[in-house]
Protein backbone atom coordinates (compact mmCIF):
# COMPACT_ATOMS: atom_id res chain seq x y z
CA UNK A 1 0.00 0.00 0.00
CA UNK A 2 1.38 3.33 -0.71
CA UNK A 3 1.64 5.45 2.41
CA UNK A 4 0.75 9.22 2.48
CA UNK A 5 2.56 11.59 4.85
CA UNK A 6 1.58 15.32 5.66
CA UNK A 7 3.48 17.98 7.26
CA UNK A 8 2.34 19.55 9.41
CA UNK A 9 0.19 17.63 11.18
CA UNK A 10 -1.39 21.18 12.36
CA UNK A 11 -0.31 25.29 11.82
CA UNK A 12 -1.54 28.13 13.69
CA UNK A 13 -1.81 30.97 10.87
CA UNK A 14 -3.43 34.81 10.53
CA UNK A 15 -5.72 35.82 8.07
CA UNK A 16 -3.99 36.97 4.87
CA UNK A 17 -1.16 34.96 5.63
CA UNK A 18 0.51 32.50 2.91
CA UNK A 19 0.15 28.90 3.79
CA UNK A 20 1.85 25.93 2.85
CA UNK A 21 1.17 22.34 3.12
CA UNK A 22 3.40 19.32 2.13
CA UNK A 23 2.24 15.43 1.69
CA UNK A 24 4.74 12.78 0.84
CA UNK A 25 4.16 9.71 -0.81
CA UNK A 26 6.08 6.37 -0.13
CA UNK A 27 6.44 6.01 -3.80
CA UNK A 28 6.29 7.36 -6.69
CA UNK A 29 2.58 8.17 -7.97
CA UNK A 30 3.16 10.25 -10.98
CA UNK A 31 0.41 13.45 -10.61
CA UNK A 32 -1.71 11.31 -8.82
CA UNK A 33 -2.55 13.31 -6.09
CA UNK A 34 -5.63 15.14 -4.82
CA UNK A 35 -6.09 17.81 -1.74
CA UNK A 36 -9.33 17.70 0.18
CA UNK A 37 -10.92 20.64 2.66
CA UNK A 38 -12.46 19.95 5.23
CA UNK A 39 -14.68 21.83 8.26
CA UNK A 40 -15.84 20.34 11.30
CA UNK A 41 -19.02 18.00 10.90
CA UNK A 42 -18.85 18.55 7.22
CA UNK A 43 -18.29 16.03 4.51
CA UNK A 44 -15.10 16.43 2.54
CA UNK A 45 -14.94 19.03 -0.32
CA UNK A 46 -12.49 18.44 -3.90
CA UNK A 47 -9.78 21.54 -3.89
CA UNK A 48 -7.43 20.15 -6.25
CA UNK A 49 -6.75 17.35 -8.62
CA UNK A 50 -3.84 15.66 -10.38
CA UNK A 51 -1.57 17.49 -7.77
CA UNK A 52 -1.90 21.04 -9.67
CA UNK A 53 -5.95 21.29 -11.15
CA UNK A 54 -8.05 23.54 -9.38
CA UNK A 55 -11.97 22.22 -8.83
CA UNK A 56 -14.39 24.16 -10.28
CA UNK A 57 -15.69 26.44 -8.27
CA UNK A 58 -12.26 26.85 -5.51
CA UNK A 59 -10.87 30.32 -5.17
CA UNK A 60 -7.94 30.85 -7.17
CA UNK A 61 -5.86 31.37 -3.88
CA UNK A 62 -5.30 27.49 -3.48
CA UNK A 63 -2.83 25.82 -5.81
CA UNK A 64 -1.42 22.28 -5.96
CA UNK A 65 1.78 21.11 -6.98
CA UNK A 66 4.57 18.34 -7.15
CA UNK A 67 5.32 15.33 -9.19
CA UNK A 68 6.36 11.83 -8.07
CA UNK A 69 6.55 11.59 -4.32
CA UNK A 70 6.85 15.28 -3.17
CA UNK A 71 3.64 17.02 -3.28
CA UNK A 72 2.50 21.15 -2.17
CA UNK A 73 -1.04 22.55 -1.37
CA UNK A 74 -0.57 26.50 -1.26
CA UNK A 75 -3.03 29.01 0.01
CA UNK A 76 -1.82 32.39 -1.05
CA UNK A 77 -3.37 34.44 1.17
CA UNK A 78 -5.33 33.17 3.51
CA UNK A 79 -8.88 33.87 4.34
CA UNK A 80 -11.20 33.33 7.09
CA UNK A 81 -13.21 30.34 5.35
CA UNK A 82 -9.99 28.63 4.81
CA UNK A 83 -9.72 27.64 8.68
CA UNK A 84 -10.09 23.80 8.47
CA UNK A 85 -8.77 20.19 8.06
CA UNK A 86 -6.70 19.38 4.80
CA UNK A 87 -6.34 15.68 3.70
CA UNK A 88 -4.08 14.39 0.51
CA UNK A 89 -4.91 11.47 -1.00
CA UNK A 90 -3.49 9.48 -3.86
CA UNK A 91 -5.40 8.51 -6.71
CA UNK A 92 -2.24 5.90 -8.51
CA UNK A 93 -3.84 2.71 -7.57
CA UNK A 94 -5.99 1.19 -4.73
CA UNK A 95 -6.38 0.98 -1.89
CA UNK A 96 -6.65 5.02 -2.36
CA UNK A 97 -5.09 6.33 0.87
CA UNK A 98 -5.27 9.61 2.43
CA UNK A 99 -2.74 11.31 4.37
CA UNK A 100 -3.22 12.05 8.08
CA UNK A 101 -4.41 15.66 7.82
CA UNK A 102 -3.30 18.88 8.56
CA UNK A 103 -5.07 21.50 10.68
CA UNK A 104 -5.31 24.77 9.64
CA UNK A 105 -6.54 27.28 12.95
CA UNK A 106 -6.32 31.13 13.35
CA UNK A 107 -3.34 32.48 15.26
CA UNK B 1 -27.16 20.09 -7.79
CA UNK B 2 -25.38 16.64 -7.48
CA UNK B 3 -27.12 14.92 -4.18
CA UNK B 4 -25.59 11.80 -2.32
CA UNK B 5 -27.65 10.99 0.62
CA UNK B 6 -26.82 8.33 2.96
CA UNK B 7 -29.09 6.24 5.22
CA UNK B 8 -29.27 2.98 7.55
CA UNK B 9 -26.06 4.04 10.25
CA UNK B 10 -26.83 3.12 13.57
CA UNK B 11 -25.51 1.35 16.93
CA UNK B 12 -25.00 -1.88 16.27
CA UNK B 13 -23.47 -4.64 18.74
CA UNK B 14 -19.45 -6.41 17.96
CA UNK B 15 -20.37 -8.65 15.44
CA UNK B 16 -23.53 -7.75 14.24
CA UNK B 17 -24.07 -6.24 10.89
CA UNK B 18 -25.93 -3.41 9.46
CA UNK B 19 -26.86 -2.29 5.78
CA UNK B 20 -25.73 1.51 4.73
CA UNK B 21 -27.49 3.09 1.49
CA UNK B 22 -26.48 5.54 -0.75
CA UNK B 23 -29.50 7.86 -2.97
CA UNK B 24 -27.55 9.34 -5.53
CA UNK B 25 -29.47 12.39 -7.80
CA UNK B 26 -29.14 15.03 -10.26
CA UNK B 27 -26.46 13.09 -12.36
CA UNK B 28 -26.42 10.01 -14.41
CA UNK B 29 -25.67 7.43 -11.64
CA UNK B 30 -24.67 4.63 -14.26
CA UNK B 31 -22.32 6.87 -15.54
CA UNK B 32 -19.64 7.04 -12.34
CA UNK B 33 -17.74 5.03 -10.23
CA UNK B 34 -18.73 5.51 -6.47
CA UNK B 35 -16.65 5.02 -3.14
CA UNK B 36 -17.39 4.47 0.35
CA UNK B 37 -14.68 6.38 2.88
CA UNK B 38 -14.86 6.20 6.68
CA UNK B 39 -14.35 8.58 9.04
CA UNK B 40 -13.67 7.53 13.08
CA UNK B 41 -14.77 10.22 15.64
CA UNK B 42 -11.99 12.67 16.16
CA UNK B 43 -9.88 10.81 13.37
CA UNK B 44 -8.81 11.25 9.70
CA UNK B 45 -10.68 9.69 6.42
CA UNK B 46 -10.15 6.27 4.99
CA UNK B 47 -10.97 4.68 2.07
CA UNK B 48 -13.34 1.76 2.31
CA UNK B 49 -14.41 0.58 -1.11
CA UNK B 50 -14.85 1.55 -5.12
CA UNK B 51 -17.51 -0.13 -7.29
CA UNK B 52 -17.17 0.96 -11.28
CA UNK B 53 -19.79 2.00 -12.92
CA UNK B 54 -21.08 -1.57 -14.42
CA UNK B 55 -19.66 -3.23 -11.23
CA UNK B 56 -17.16 -4.82 -13.05
CA UNK B 57 -14.55 -3.69 -10.85
CA UNK B 58 -14.82 -3.70 -6.99
CA UNK B 59 -12.06 -2.87 -4.47
CA UNK B 60 -12.03 -2.87 -0.61
CA UNK B 61 -9.66 -1.29 1.90
CA UNK B 62 -7.69 -4.66 3.42
CA UNK B 63 -9.16 -3.22 7.11
CA UNK B 64 -12.91 -4.44 5.68
CA UNK B 65 -12.13 -7.46 3.17
CA UNK B 66 -14.55 -10.50 3.77
CA UNK B 67 -16.37 -8.74 5.65
CA UNK B 68 -18.07 -5.68 4.01
CA UNK B 69 -20.03 -6.06 0.68
CA UNK B 70 -20.48 -3.17 -1.96
CA UNK B 71 -23.05 -3.24 -4.72
CA UNK B 72 -25.08 -1.12 -6.74
CA UNK B 73 -28.23 -0.45 -8.34
CA UNK B 74 -28.03 1.56 -11.12
CA UNK B 75 -31.84 1.25 -12.04
CA UNK B 76 -32.63 2.78 -8.46
CA UNK B 77 -29.74 5.24 -8.54
CA UNK B 78 -28.60 3.81 -5.32
CA UNK B 79 -25.46 2.28 -3.47
CA UNK B 80 -25.21 -0.05 -0.80
CA UNK B 81 -22.76 -1.65 1.75
CA UNK B 82 -23.73 -4.53 3.65
CA UNK B 83 -20.84 -4.35 6.79
CA UNK B 84 -20.93 -7.97 8.58
CA UNK B 85 -19.25 -8.99 11.30
CA UNK B 86 -19.08 -5.47 12.95
CA UNK B 87 -15.79 -4.54 15.17
CA UNK B 88 -15.80 -1.44 17.31
CA UNK B 89 -12.90 0.09 15.32
CA UNK B 90 -15.68 0.25 12.31
CA UNK B 91 -17.07 2.55 13.85
CA UNK B 92 -17.19 6.13 11.94
CA UNK B 93 -19.11 8.34 9.63
CA UNK B 94 -19.01 6.71 6.40
CA UNK B 95 -19.24 9.10 3.35
CA UNK B 96 -20.32 7.92 -0.20
CA UNK B 97 -18.36 9.91 -2.87
CA UNK B 98 -19.01 10.12 -6.45
CA UNK B 99 -15.75 9.09 -8.55
CA UNK B 100 -14.09 10.47 -11.60
CA UNK B 101 -12.14 8.42 -13.16
CA UNK B 102 -11.65 4.89 -13.22
CA UNK B 103 -9.73 1.78 -11.25
CA UNK B 104 -9.29 -1.20 -13.87
CA UNK B 105 -7.57 -4.73 -13.36
CA UNK B 106 -4.89 -5.09 -10.72
CA UNK B 107 -6.06 -1.80 -8.92
CA UNK B 108 -4.38 0.63 -11.03
CA UNK B 109 -6.35 4.01 -11.33
CA UNK B 110 -7.00 6.63 -14.43
CA UNK B 111 -9.07 9.69 -14.74
CA UNK B 112 -7.30 10.78 -12.71
CA UNK B 113 -9.57 9.84 -10.19
CA UNK B 114 -10.65 11.57 -7.42
CA UNK B 115 -14.07 12.37 -5.41
CA UNK B 116 -15.39 15.25 -6.67
CA UNK B 117 -18.98 15.04 -4.51
CA UNK B 118 -19.90 13.27 -1.18
CA UNK B 119 -23.18 12.90 0.65
CA UNK B 120 -23.03 14.34 4.55
CA UNK B 121 -22.73 10.96 6.25
CA UNK B 122 -24.23 8.33 8.30
CA UNK B 123 -22.62 7.35 11.62
CA UNK B 124 -21.99 3.84 12.55
CA UNK B 125 -21.42 3.47 15.95
CA UNK B 126 -20.57 -0.65 16.71
CA UNK B 127 -20.51 -0.98 20.90
CA UNK B 128 -21.90 -3.22 23.42
Known amino acids: DIQMTQSPSSLSASVGDRVTITCRAS??????LNWYQQKPGKAPELLIYAASSVQSGVPSRFSGSGSGTDFTLTISSLQPEDFATYFC?????????FGGGTKVEIK | EVQLVESGGGLVQPGGSLRLSCAAS????????INWVRQAPGKGLEWVSY????????YYADSVKGRFTISRDNAKNSLFLQMNSLRPEDTAVYYC?????????????????????WGQGTLVTVSS
Open chain 2, 51 to 58: ISSSDNFI
Open chain 1, 89 to 97: QQSYNTPLT
Open chain 1, 27 to 32: QRINSN
Open chain 2, 97 to 117: ARGIGYCRGGGACYGPTRFDY
Open chain 2, 26 to 33: EFTFSDYS
